[in-house]
């Protein structure tokens, strides 16, 4: 008889083994509580305050605690003078969020500095430009919300789309010219969310990655992108495969758009809601262009031309929505990063149907489309005073 083979054991145990021994060695590490590796000296403080809110006879600040070591407030200062001030918890531990309420009788209109001072004589800053009261978040905010979304992006998006019937008269050169407009359009979108996410992320918790969401949001959104376009190219004609992404991709930029004007509105900066809405308004326009340039040779029926305005307007809703209601600096430095790296495969897209008869990418008409869409995106982004 044949000796009997020997039975190996299973290949996912071999997988699970490295795992178990990492995790017995930092089990041991922890029970000895860190040896050698003991705090020493002044703790690190590292405190960001990442909401504020006015309300009749007091200043409510969200804080988070980001750096290693608990803090504890001690002082409450405004305009250099001190004030009383009640607050969620003693000690704000790693990674924590805590309100303190700051009761000071303030004046609509002015300008005020809020200092908290810390247990080790730190101090948290925070400067209100105009004070103005924060609106209750009721169901008629909420309402009101929805309707700055629809009108920042839905309606300005299908208004732009309305070009489709005089690009269809168009010949083919032309049609490559205002493809190379829509890249145009689009790199300074990207240009812009990415600029934007990266100042959200550094005045976020450093400790969720700060600027670093931005670019891991746009790397996550290029390979979703590009693994839903593999999907679509076997379901569809290329320029509506392409208006569908370029759709998608304006439409994650569009919600971080709205992120930041729900935000404003939630703040209490009634004025600069107001200036973001008639700008962002008259800059979507631009972006209806975009969508329908790619289907200009063979436009979809009107029911599907709608589904692609929907797509790229309505997250402005959303977006109104959670930036009033809970407005996060990372959260928002991550979904911009989401649109630009959308907006980066939407553009890899694109690139290849501006090549002209001898197959040139950057021939002088598309260099002409590139550098008007530019300076069209540039001039109507002066309108936007954020």
Do not use: C
């Not at 810390?118 to 105009?130: A, E, F, L, P, Q």
């Not at 979703?224 to 304006?250: F, K, N, Q, T, Y």
């Amino acid at each position: 008889m044949e000796a009997a083979a020997v039975r190996r054991p299973p290949a996912w145990l071999a997988a699970l083994l490295p795992l178990v021994l990492l995790g017995a060695l930092i089990g041991v590490f922890i029970a000895f509580d860190a040896p050698g590796l003991e705090r020493n000296g002044i703790p690190v403080e590292d405190v960001a305050i990442e909401r504020t809110e006015l309300h009749p006879g007091e200043i409510q600040l969200t804080l988070q605690n980001d750096g290693p070591d608990a803090v504890r407030i001690v002082q409450a200062i405004v305009n250099d003078g001190f004030a009383s001030f009640t607050q969620d918890d003693d000690e704000l531990g790693r990674l924590d969020r805590s309100q303190v309420t700051v009761a000071y009788p303030w004046i609509e209109g002015e300008a005020y500095e809020v200092k908290l001072l810390t247990s080790t004589g730190g101090t948290v800053d925070k400067s209100i430009d105009v004070a103005a009261e924060t609106p209750e978040a009721d169901a008629g905010f909420y309402g009101l919300m929805g309707l700055i979304g629809l009108y920042v992006g839905i309606i300005p998006i299908a208004v732009g789309m309305l070009w489709l019937p005089w690009m269809r008269q168009l010949d083919r050169r032309w049609l490559r010219f205002l493809l190379a407009l829509t890249i145009g359009l689009l790199v300074f979108l990207g240009i812009d969310a990415a600029l934007e996410g990266l100042d959200l992320g550094a005045s976020g918790a450093e400790s969720l990655g700060g600027g670093a969401l931005m670019w891991l949001g746009a790397a996550l959104a290029y390979l979703v992108l590009a693994g839903v376009d593999g999907w679509l190219s076997r379901r569809g004609s290329g320029g509506e495969r392409v208006a569908l992404l370029v759709a998608a991709g304006i439409g994650l930029h569009n919600l971080g758009e709205g992120l930041v004007i729900g935000s404003a509105y939630a703040i209490g900066s009634l004025a600069l809601g107001a200036a973001l809405v008639v700008g962002f308004a008259i800059h979507n326009t631009t972006e209806g262009l975009a969508i329908v340039a790619p289907v200009a040779d063979r436009p979809p029926r009107v029911g599907r031309l709608a589904v692609l305005g929907l797509i790229a307007g309505a997250p402005a809703v959303l977006g109104a929505w959670i930036g009033a209601s809970a407005f996060d600096p990372s959260l928002a430095a991550f979904m911009f990063g989401v649109g630009v790296g959308a907006i980066a495969r939407v553009i890899v897209q694109i690139a290849p149907q501006v090549r002209d008869s001898a197959g040139r990418l950057l021939h002088p008409l598309a260099a002409a489309g590139l550098a008007a869409g530019l300076v069209l995106m540039y001039a109507t982004s002066l309108l936007i005073s954020v």
